[in-house]
């Protein structure tokens, strides 16, 4: 694994698939150098099959590009990504996002002065100007699970009983620490991911995000979200039949962190608990989607 270097500051690691109509966007957003020090773009091609090899050889001679041939998931894509990184800090991107050089400085100082800081991210917000409530949550309990699955957190957005996941009775341009960030935007110094790891790679996709974040916690960082700044984060709807994959995706991927996290010596008494509650909690989350007509997916 390459060691930082005195001269790039930040490596921005970047995992596509299909992502082409995006990518351009991304990669234009993304300042060339900050504090007077080379940032480097490495991106890992997840298979997608869409020829954004081509472009981005064409159009991006300066991006560092890996095709592995196979769709590696988002977290094993990374950790390839993060072996080629030489810089002092590290950003994990997601390719429908837009940059924007203040936010970067604002949370890479942020780094600089609070060492204790494990990942940062801005307030990421759609293109429709609504706040992707992902970019700051809690660890999810099974109650904050039956919360939004009955409606109750989009009813009563600023009770925290009712919405302590998603956190929406905190403002949010403010700063404070979080259990988790978005992967869409987690940046982190690097001497803090060589004492905690990267991503799990038992986790294909989704919960990865929330994983990391809580092993930095446990590792007695703080993770953090500063909502001072903002970037853009494109989340683009998909069909209802693609809504309901992802929902079961993310059902799954949160049971696995459970698992992991929460039933270490692999009770079968605590796993059984587990996969009743989960399941509940899918079962009503999918009937009241079906019930409004939900066209996009909402991950943890």
């Known amino acids: 694994?390459?060691?930082?270097?005195?001269?790039?500051?930040?490596?921005?690691?970047i995992?596509?698939?299909?992502?082409?109509?995006?990518?351009?966007?991304?990669?234009?957003?993304?300042?060339?150098?900050?504090?007077?020090?080379?940032?480097?773009?490495?991106?890992?091609?997840?298979?997608?099959?869409?020829?954004?090899?081509?472009?981005?050889?064409?159009?991006?001679p300066w991006v560092s590009f890996l095709e592995p041939g196979v769709n590696l998931g988002f977290g094993?894509?990374?950790?390839?990504?993060?072996?080629?990184?030489?810089?002092?800090?590290i950003l994990f991107l997601n390719p429908d996002t837009i940059s924007n050089e203040a936010a970067y400085l604002h949370c890479l100082q942020r780094l600089q002065a609070e060492p204790d800081i494990g990942v940062i991210s801005p307030k990421l917000v759609m293109l429709d100007g609504e706040m992707d409530l992902a970019c700051r949550r809690s660890i999810?309990?099974?109650w904050d699970g039956f919360c939004r699955a009955l409606g109750l957190a989009s009813k009563f957005p600023r009770v925290a009983l009712f919405a302590g996941y998603n956190l929406t009775h905190l403002p949010d341009n403010e700063t404070y620490e979080v259990g988790s960030v978005n992967g869409a935007f987690m940046l982190c110094p690097r001497r803090a991911l060589l004492r905690v790891g990267v991503f799990d790679e038992q986790f294909f996709m989704y919960g990865d995000d929330l994983d990391l974040n809580y092993r930095f916690r446990k590792a007695g960082y703080r993770v953090v979200y500063d909502g001072r700044v903002q970037l853009i984060h494109i989340k683009g709807a998909s069909s209802s039949k693609e809504a309901e994959k992802m929902a079961r995706a993310v059902f799954s991927a949160t049971k696995q962190f459970y698992l992991k996290h929460f039933n270490p010596h692999s009770s079968w008494l605590v796993g059984l608990k587990y996969a009743l509650l989960f399941g509940a909690w899918e079962k009503l989350a999918a009937l009241k989607a079906r019930l409004k007509g939900y066209r996009r997916a909402r991950p943890l």
């Open 76 to 89: 094993k894509a990374n950790n390839l990504a993060y072996e080629r990184a030489h810089g002092e800090f």
């Open 15 to 60: 995992v596509t698939y299909k992502s082409r109509d995006e990518i351009r966007a991304c990669l234009d957003s993304i300042p060339r150098s900050l504090q007077g020090r080379p940032v480097e773009v490495i991106v890992v091609e997840n298979a997608s099959g869409d020829g954004i090899g081509d472009l981005i050889r064409a159009d991006y």
């Open 140 to 142: 999810p309990t099974v």
């Open 1 to 13: 694994m390459p060691t930082a270097t005195a001269e790039v500051l930040l490596s921005v690691l």
